[in-house]
């Protein structure tokens, strides 16, 4: 995995977090190496968000699911926090119907995507499912993924196709 400056430009972090994120990607193939370098950044990182969405899609691609919805969780409350979002759906989907095209509410929705994602991956079907099914009601244009995830949790494949 190959970055380039073009690829890390919308970053806003220091210097020495840029370098631990560069330096991850360019030591992928070394899972223990590249692992050490994402941990320093993020332990850096003083909850920067693109730094903690690096780290979430680091562990999701590294199938390393508990720490992957671990940090999207993280995201999402730390959004919360930020845009002063309601916990109750009813509440917050409204919320994030109209805003889905501000940046802040785009990551939201995505660590949230992500989150179901990653709790069918541990087998956490239930959770998914609700999950996927509330970012289904908001995504019209299938942006964030949650449809395919949701219609392959409650549309079994059927043993004869």
Known sequence: MKTSEANLSWYQVPSEIEKLLRSAAQSWEN???????MQEAIALCDTNLDVLVSAYRYFFYKHRDRQA??????????????????????????????RKEDYA??????????????????????KAKEI???VKEIDDKNEFGASVVFDILTNPIDEDE
């Open 31 to 37: 899972t223990q190496e590249s692992d050490r370098y």
């Open 69 to 98: 919805l671990q940090i999207a969780i993280e995201v999402l409350e730390q959004i919360q926090k930020t845009e002063q979002l309601p916990e109750n759906w009813q509440q917050l989907k409204p919320i994030l119907v109209s």
């Open 105 to 126: 509410i785009r990551l939201y929705l995505n660590a949230y995507s992500a989150s179901g994602l990653v709790l069918a991956r541990l087998g956490e079907i239930e």
């Open 132 to 134: 996927t099914a509330k």
